[in-house]
């Protein structure tokens, strides 16, 4: 029988890594059962984060808790828009606040998705140096849910890039890993964004996982946007490859010829187009690469 919301596997987990990690800050973001302070000691280090922090905090839980109620969608477009205005707010603070969300996400006794997400989230933004560690084993520990282990590595690759190409590199472009990861796709995402958080091209990587056809599709189309988004004679020749291939991945076609449009020079662009057309056997294919070049080329 699956566990129960409350009996999630990551429970135990995050206390575990929360322990084991020493993040040594003012909010002190573990409880009395990593240490010997009492209770009372844990929650006094809450004051050094303002009280208007605290109900901002509280808030953002609520809104991001599923209403057990049927409500009218204006209520839930309200709830999201104030969760999305609290997540910017919130994440601009110091890092006591972010020690502030780790400790409320330790205490929680119960899983939800959407609250554990935001909390994370809040955390990584508000001390990316003290959270570097959780969110690497939050990654790559198998036990918390598969979407709390994917936005763990998207916000390291945003918040701690060095860490998370560590992390990244056995990873990306890996068809068989011989173990459970976050999507392929959410890989090559935090992969590129640490690339550009650390100063490297990610582009030869990306190369390799926009071709490699044993890859699923959506992370060679993710692959292949972030190529569309970093002009580069390596990332062409990936891209003029995809835009010929002959598996019958129409959409994966397109995208490379979307992303050519966006990195080469306009008149490069269209006499690719113009090469590919004239040898085009799809039907489909050639009326997509016709409107192309009617939209974007002269003659």
């Known amino acids: 029988m699956p566990p129960t919301r409350d009996q999630s596997p990551f429970r135990p987990l995050l206390g575990r890594i929360l322990c084991a990690i020493p993040l040594a800050l003012t909010?002190?973001?573990?409880?009395?059962?990593?240490?010997?302070?009492?209770?009372?000691?844990?929650?006094a280090n809450d004051s050094t984060v303002s009280a208007a922090d605290q109900a901002l905090l509280a808030e953002l839980v609520e809104v991001s808790t599923p209403l057990k109620e049927t409500v009218t969608s204006d209520v839930t477009d309200k709830r999201f828009v104030r969760r999305l205005e609290l997540l910017a707010e919130l994440s601009s603070r110091?890092?006591?606040?972010?020690?502030?969300?780790?400790?409320?996400?330790?205490r929680r006794a119960e899983a939800v998705q959407d609250v554990e997400q935001a909390l994370l989230q809040v955390a990584a933004k508000c001390d990316p140096e003290g959270t570097a560690d959780l969110l690497a084993n939050l990654a790559t520990e198998?036990?918390?849910?598969?979407?709390?282990?994917?936005?763990?590595l998207l916000l390291l690759g945003e918040t701690a890039p060095v860490r998370a190409l560590e992390v990244l590199k056995p990873w990306i472009g890996n068809a068989r890993p011989g173990r459970t990861l976050p999507p392929q796709e959410f890989i090559v995402k935090a992969w590129a964004d640490a690339c550009d958080g650390a100063g490297r091209s990610p582009v030869p990587e990306l190369c390799d996982v926009a071709t490699n056809l044993l890859l699923d599709g959506a992370s060679r189309v993710r692959a292949v946007k972030e190529l569309g988004r970093r002009p580069d004679p390596a990332g062409e020749k990936a891209l003029r490859s995809i835009l010929v291939e002959s598996t019958g991945d129409g959409y994966l076609r397109r995208k490379a010829a979307q992303a050519l449009?966006?990195?080469?020079p306009e008149e490069a662009a269209c006499e690719v187009f113009r090469q590919v057309?004239?040898?085009?056997?799809?039907?489909?294919?050639?009326?997509?690469?016709?409107?192309?070049?009617?939209?974007?080329?002269?003659g």
């Open 94 to 106: 110091p890092p006591a606040v972010g020690q502030a969300a780790l400790q409320e996400l330790q």
């Open 142 to 152: 198998y036990g918390p849910s598969l979407f709390l282990r994917t936005e763990a």
């Open 261 to 264: 449009r966006d990195s080469l």
């Open 277 to 298: 057309a004239d040898r085009e056997a799809d039907p489909n294919m050639l009326r997509f690469l016709i409107d192309m070049l009617e939209e974007h080329c002269e």
């Open 27 to 43: 909010a002190g973001a573990i409880n009395s059962s990593c240490s010997e302070e009492p209770k009372h000691a844990a929650r």
